[in-house]
């Protein structure tokens, strides 16, 4: 792999938990967000995909750093991806990261790794929660498959749509813990906002 795709694949890469521990900080503590969960925590999670999402990217950063390190080691995962449409994939999942400090932003403290939720907690509808319930979610999902498009390594695809398809599992759970603390307020919410994406609204 070029140089070029090994750099810009460690900043993508590095830049995720970055813009995490930026905004923790901004909010009084380099630990918000990532407060070790309790047992009712890891049981909304399901110990299972607890797991299974430490684990994914456990193993995205291991293949980053070979691939950074001594690509010849996971030659054999190769896969023929044009340059030019592995520079689109690395704009479009630079992309994701500022989506995902402006989701940040706006979620402040309320913000958590986890699927828990603060005392006082409020149900955010502002900035890109007016037009999508999960728009983290969303930008992660294009985070993780765009490190892979980057990589031109199935390996690392296969991670990053595994990756992806553990926040769909996640988010139900995530739905069902809104719904217990806001009732109504989120049901009302979620009629005018689509999961992942702005709903489409046909004119008549």
């Known amino acids: 792999m070029p140089v070029s795709f090994r750099v810009t694949l460690v900043l993508l890469l590095a830049a995720y938990p970055a813009i995490q ?26 110990r299972a995909s607890f797991i299974i999402q430490a684990i994914v990217f456990f193993a995205i950063v291991v293949c980053v750093a070979i691939e950074a390190i001594y690509p010849p080691l996971l030659h054999a995962f190769d896969i023929a991806i044009p340059n030019w449409l592995r520079w689109v994939a690395a704009g479009v999942t630079a992309m994701s990261l500022v989506g995902l400090g402006l989701i940040h932003r706006e979620l402040g403290r309320f913000w958590s790794a986890f699927l828990e ?15 999508v319930r999960h728009p983290m979610y969303s930008v992660l999902m294009i985070h993780a498959i765009g490190l892979g498009v980057v990589a031109a390594n199935a390996l690392v695809l296969a991670l990053g749509v595994l990756r992806a398809l553990m926040f769909l599992v996640r988010i139900p759970r995530e739905e069902a813990m809104l719904i ?4 109504d307020q989120y049901h009302e919410y979620a009629k005018e906002r689509g ?5 489409l609204r046909l004119r008549h």
């Open 195 to 199: 999961r992942l994406l702005p709903r």
């Open 117 to 131: 939720m603060k005392t006082d907690h409020e149900l955010v509808a502002s900035g890109p929660y007016r037009w």
């Open 21 to 46: 521990v930026y905004f923790g900080r901004r909010e009084g503590s380099a630990s918000t967000g990532y407060s070790r969960p309790d047992g009712q925590t890891i049981q909304r999670e399901g």
């Open 180 to 183: 217990a603390r806001f009732g």
